[in-house]
């Protein structure tokens, strides 16, 4: 049955879920100083799991064991891609961070493209996001180790959370694989963020909610709808306009300034995704089938 999300085009659900994660990225980065990057993740995650839980009423029986196994290991990319990256911003430039992590969706491009246009597009992504971060300009010395495999780590995970999530789409009716997952995720972050619980006040509390709702629930939703009908190596290269609505979202409400490097970073990564969807961004047929 064809549902009103179904008549939306994949690309801009993707899109709406990019401009939803930067308001929730703003409102994390008041939170994480005060009860720390893994009891923000923990929060999160629980509000998040349990506003989903709430509204969509996911069935526990009647799954085939692959079923369970999809949507087991899509709970665990789920939150270690949060976690990990949450991590890296301890040790590194959030641009710097971005860019590195940014490795993983875009290699997955790389790897599942068999057109040459794709392969163009990953090049041109990924040159705007190194533009756009400036990461180009932090001395290579001045990296701590530490950060950087972190931050791998986030993007490795950020490349299994595209493929899994496309499988848990096409293995669960509606929202429930996400739902589920959303379940693992909350259990493998808990240990790892539990020992923040003392100082969750009730401003942090609300916040919490806020980032739960804007960074989980509305763009992972949305991702999951989209990657039904959409190839996972265009969905990779479309979340590189993350960076690219983060420059804007900090001349706008921050009135900061963009270098022309940035700007050229970010035609390039608009350019790189126009590109991409003008070129069937939809999934053909045979290979939706096989998805």
Same mark, same amino acid.
């Given at each position: ?72 290991? &899509?709970?665990?990319?789920? #939150? *270690? ?7 890296? /911003?301890?040790? $590194? +430039?959030? !641009? =710097? ?41 932090v001395p290579f010395a001045e990296l701590e180790w530490t950060g950087i495999l972190l931050a791998l780590a986030a993007g490795g995970f950020w490349a299994a959370y595209i493929v899994l999530s496309g499988r848990t789409g096409a293995a &669960?009716?509606?929202?429930? #694989? *996400? ?7 909350? /259990?493998?972050? $808990? +240990?790892? !963020? =539990? ?80 590109l991409v969807l003008g070129l069937g961004a939809r999934k053909d047929p045979a290979e939706a089938q096989a998805a």
């Amino acid at each position: 049955m064809t549902t009103a999300a179904d008549r939306v085009p994949a690309p801009l659900l993707v899109l709406a879920g990019v401009v939803s994660v930067q308001f929730g990225g703003a409102l994390a980065q008041t939170l994480v100083p005060v009860i720390g990057a893994g009891g923000s993740v923990v929060m999160r995650l629980l509000f998040a799991t349990a506003l989903l839980l709430a509204f969509v009423r996911p069935r526990w029986h009647g799954h085939t064991r692959r079923a369970w196994a999809t949507v087991a290991a &899509f709970g665990v990319a789920l #939150g *270690l891609m949060n976690y990990t990256f949450y991590q890296s /911003l301890a040790h $590194l +430039p959030i !641009g =710097v961070a971005v860019t590195i992590e940014f490795i993983g969706p875009l290699t997955l491009a790389a790897v599942l493209s068999r057109r040459v246009v794709d392969a163009l597009g990953v090049l041109a992504a990924a040159a705007g996001v190194v533009l756009i971060s400036e990461a180009r300009e932090v001395p290579f010395a001045e990296l701590e180790w530490t950060g950087i495999l972190l931050a791998l780590a986030a993007g490795g995970f950020w490349a299994a959370y595209i493929v899994l999530s496309g499988r848990t789409g096409a293995a &669960f009716p509606k929202l429930e #694989g *996400l739902a589920l997952a959303m379940v693992v995720a909350t /259990l493998v972050t $808990l +240990p790892l !963020g =539990v020992t923040s619980v003392p100082s969750w006040t009730g401003e942090a509390l609300l916040k919490g909610l806020g980032i739960a709702v804007l960074s989980s629930v509305l763009p992972y939703s949305l991702e999951l709808l989209a990657l039904r009908r959409l190839r996972a190596q265009v969905f990779g290269i479309l979340l590189s306009l993350e960076p690219a609505a983060a420059a804007v979202a900090g001349l706008v409400v921050l009135g900061q300034r963009l270098a022309p490097s940035q700007l050229v970073g970010m035609a390039l990564v608009v350019s790189a995704s126009a590109l991409v969807l003008g070129l069937g961004a939809r999934k053909d047929p045979a290979e939706a089938q096989a998805a």
